[in-house]
């Protein structure tokens, strides 16, 4: 178990009292089956409230679930991946400073491929460019997984691309709200960005060791930070309803693991082609470009099989845009 993650007793503890839903489970009984005092499982119970689990306490008699926990521990979790690879294994924290810090120490410690790591909260979650990622308590998806491709470190930024077409393909299923790709990953809806992805990856000069893509998906924000609220929404925003963050996860570990073998057994193209088929950015969109080197005014010409965004600038210079990000102009 990794360090700080969530003892499997309270998920244990969890999925007792899902199978056990229609019933109030009594306190001893609980206490028995998963090894622990019965002053254990108050604590556990109380903290399971602060997360917005609802549990009713029954003088005298124990314990019953509400309605099913919308919390991401791997008893919930496992059973709807079936045999899907990616998910195997999933280490869940209830709160924890970044996933893809967690995963980078895990993966250099040799975490499978397919290990997930994901938090409820995080105290330092990390986006692009150096950028924070607001991670607020039970209401996002915060998540990282591991990846050991047998590929070339130049494939990183098709990987990325992977992963950005895989959680537009998740949340469009989940939501039914019609979700734009801008590149490289970041995903929006009506304009705003509802998901971020980081890529992050060991490597020597001539294989990938390990790929941790990082994401970051906002599903039930009720609002967002003022400096936020005028470039980020949430699913739960945009659709005007509650939205399973179970499901939510579920489907994009299935969709990463397709779009993962999409790209093993087509190469590149399988990728990119797709990409800029599901995204306004690819062709024709007016944008800022902005680098390390400062910021112009360019035209998008389409993706390059490598992951590269093909740009002309106004004033009729073409490059491949490798990094940076790209702000459409209204």
């Known amino acids: 178990m990794a360090a700080g993650s969530t003892d499997r007793k309270i998920d244990k503890?969890?999925?007792?009292?899902?199978?056990?839903?229609?019933?109030?489970?009594?306190?001893?009984?609980?206490a028995e089956e998963i090894g622990v005092t019965r002053f254990k499982?108050?604590?556990?119970?109380?903290?399971?409230?602060?997360?917005?689990?609802?549990?009713?306490?029954?003088?005298?008699?124990?314990?019953?679930?509400?309605?099913?926990?919308?919390?991401?521990v791997p008893s919930l979790l496992r059973g709807e991946l079936g045999d899907n690879p990616i998910g195997r294994h999933i280490i869940h924290y209830f709160r924890t400073d970044s996933t893809?810090?967690?995963?980078?120490?895990?993966?250099?410690?040799?975490?499978?491929?397919?290990?997930v790591v994901v938090a409820e909260e995080q105290t330092a979650?990390?986006?692009r460019l150096g950028r924070v990622w607001f991670s607020?308590?039970?209401?996002?998806?915060?998540?990282?997984?591991?990846l050991r491709p047998p590929l070339a470190p130049s494939?990183?930024?098709?990987?990325?691309?992977?992963?950005?077409?895989?959680?537009?393909?998740?949340?469009?299923?989940?939501t039914g709200l019609a979700v734009d790709i801008r590149w490289p990953n970041d995903l929006l809806v009506n304009g705003k960005k509802v998901c971020g992805i980081l890529t992050e990856m060991s490597a020597e000069v001539d294989r990938l060791h390990a790929v941790v893509l990082g994401i970051g998906i906002n599903v039930n924000h009720s609002l967002m930070p003022t400096k936020l609220e005028n470039i980020a929404t949430s699913l739960r925003m945009e659709a005007h309803r509650g939205i399973?963050?179970?499901?939510?996860?579920v489907t994009l570990l299935r969709e990463i693991e397709r779009h993962y073998q999409l790209l093993l057994k087509g190469g590149n193209k399988a990728i990119t082609e797709r990409w800029e088929a599901a995204s306004s950015f690819a062709h024709g969109k007016r944008v800022r470009v902005v680098t390390a080197a400062g910021e112009a005014l360019a035209t998008t010409t389409g993706v390059e099989p490598g992951g590269a965004l093909k740009i002309q600038f106004d004033d009729g210079r073409t490059e491949s845009l490798v990094a940076g990000e790209v702000v459409e102009v209204k």
């Open 41 to 72: 499982v108050f604590g556990w119970i109380e903290n399971l409230r602060s997360l917005g689990v609802e549990i009713q306490g029954v003088l005298g008699e124990g314990y019953q679930l509400v309605t099913i926990p919308d919390i991401l």
């Open 155 to 174: 494939a990183a930024p098709v990987l990325t691309l992977m992963a950005g077409l895989a959680a537009q393909k998740a949340v469009s299923a989940v």
């Open 13 to 30: 503890l969890i999925d007792l009292l899902v199978k056990n839903a229609t019933v109030v489970v009594p306190g001893p009984k609980i």
């Open 100 to 115: 893809n810090a967690v995963a980078l120490k895990l993966a250099a410690e040799g975490a499978e491929h397919g290990t």
């Open 136 to 146: 607020e308590k039970s209401s996002g998806i915060y998540t990282s997984i591991i």
């Open 125 to 127: 979650g990390r986006g």
């Open 244 to 249: 399973s963050r179970v499901q939510v996860l």
